[in-house]
């Protein structure tokens, strides 16, 4: 396995706010949080876009983040995604260099088909041609950060007249590209052909066909990167996968029994209309996730040992990010990542090698050291006592 010696961790925010709930409150609590994850050290956090359904309702995931970088001062902010048939590529372009400036160099500039069929249906873009569309988007974007001249481009679908970005990105060359993976190969494809890093949704929407092979995945992304003289790096590869974490697996799984029903049936099956994938009763919804292994819920050590197992699964990955869903209460959300920054993290940073090997030290010459301790207030004694004598 091909593994960093320092693993960043992060958050998935499509977000997914349960309907009925004050959507005001929902978006403060997810700026709330992006808040607490920069004082816990996390490394970034991917924001969506979406315009339907009524659970993911940040539709302008810019926006969102031009406003966390204001209150935040060292996590990596991130577009997670950019739907790029829904814009022209000269407004996207435009608008991630300007958060770029913005944050001083904090932007992650992640970009996808779509993946609501509704957002598509309404803005009246055919399904099946959103991929092609992305494709053609990212390849017009890429060209406006790394060329100074005029681009002129006809598409059927948009149209570029002598375009050229009126301000240089603020990371040079440009800020990190990430493309969306979920289902098709088209994501990590894509990926390959520019040489940028991938964003996989571990478990699909759509879990009908199983789980993603992630080892495929990143063969197709390597193979397609070679055809256009590109390479790709694990390191940058990150994998999303939901996870709530407690002091105890019972603790764990009870705090989002009834919330993680919901959002399955509720949202992903009962609005989305994705094949249900456990028909048991809905108590038990989160026991059946956590057991095939679509979701983490247990405790830190839980978590490090589903981590290993990604690891083994994929052959090597440099970040994993929560698919972060609304499913319990804020303290216990807040909670959960606490417990990620404290325990887990640290697992796969490198940051308690050190004090743990200190500690050992210290513990195999326990008997040296504290006879010499002994030894110097012996002494210290015995040289007052002569003093006062």
Not at 114 to 122: E, F, I, N, W
Request: hydrophobic residues 40%; aromatic residues 8%.
């Amino acid at each position: 396995m091909d593994m960093p010696k320092r693993m960043k961790f992060g958050s998935f925010l499509g977000p997914f706010h349960r309907v009925g709930e004050n959507p005001t409150l929902a978006m403060d609590r997810d700026l709330e949080l992006v808040d607490w994850m920069d004082n816990l050290g996390f490394d970034e956090v991917w924001v969506g876009e979406h315009h339907s359904a009524g659970w993911e309702i940040i539709s302008s995931p810019e926006v969102f983040l031009a406003a966390a970088s204001q209150r935040t001062r060292y996590i990596k902010l991130g577009t997670g995604v950019v739907s790029l048939p829904y814009h022209h590529p000269l407004m996207v372009a435009n608008r991630m260099v300007q958060l770029d400036h913005m944050s001083r160099g904090r932007i992650l500039f992640g970009v996808g088909p779509g993946a609501l069929p509704g957002d598509a249906y309404m803005m009246g873009i055919p399904h099946e041609k959103q991929r092609e569309r992305m494709d053609e988007s990212l390849s017009i974007i890429m060209r406006l950060f790394d060329e100074t001249e005029p681009i002129t481009y006809k598409s059927d679908w948009f149209e570029l007249n002598e375009g050229m970005l009126q301000l240089r990105p603020y990371q040079q060359p440009h800020m990190p590209i990430a493309v969306a993976s979920i289902q098709t190969p088209a994501g990590v494809a894509l990926a390959g052909k520019h040489g940028a890093s991938v964003l996989t949704i571990t478990v699909p929407r759509d879990r009908s066909a199983g789980p993603s092979d992630l080892k495929g995945l990143w063969a197709i992304a390597e193979e397609s990167a070679a055809e256009h003289g590109k390479t790709m790096n694990r390191h940058d590869w990150r994998l999303v996968l939901p996870v709530h974490l407690a002091e105890t697996r019972k603790e764990a799984l009870d705090d989002v029994r009834m919330g993680s029903a919901q959002y399955l049936r509720e949202y992903s099956e009962g609005t989305n209309g994705r094949k249900p994938v456990f028909d048991g009763p809905m108590d038990k919804v989160v026991d059946n996730m956590r057991d095939s292994g679509a979701w983490i819920v247990g405790t830190p050590d839980d978590c490090i040992e589903a981590i290993n197992k990604l690891q083994e699964q994929s052959g090597g990955f440099g970040g994993f990010l929560v698919q972060t869903v609304d499913w319990t209460t804020r303290e216990k959300m807040l909670h959960s990542y606490e417990l990620l920054a404290r325990y887990v993290m640290p697992h796969f940073q490198g940051t308690v090698a050190a004090p743990i090997a200190s500690n050992k030290w210290a513990a195999s010459r326990q008997e040296t050291l504290v006879a010499g301790r002994v030894r110097a207030l012996d002494r210290a004694q015995q040289v007052y006592a002569d003093r006062q004598s």
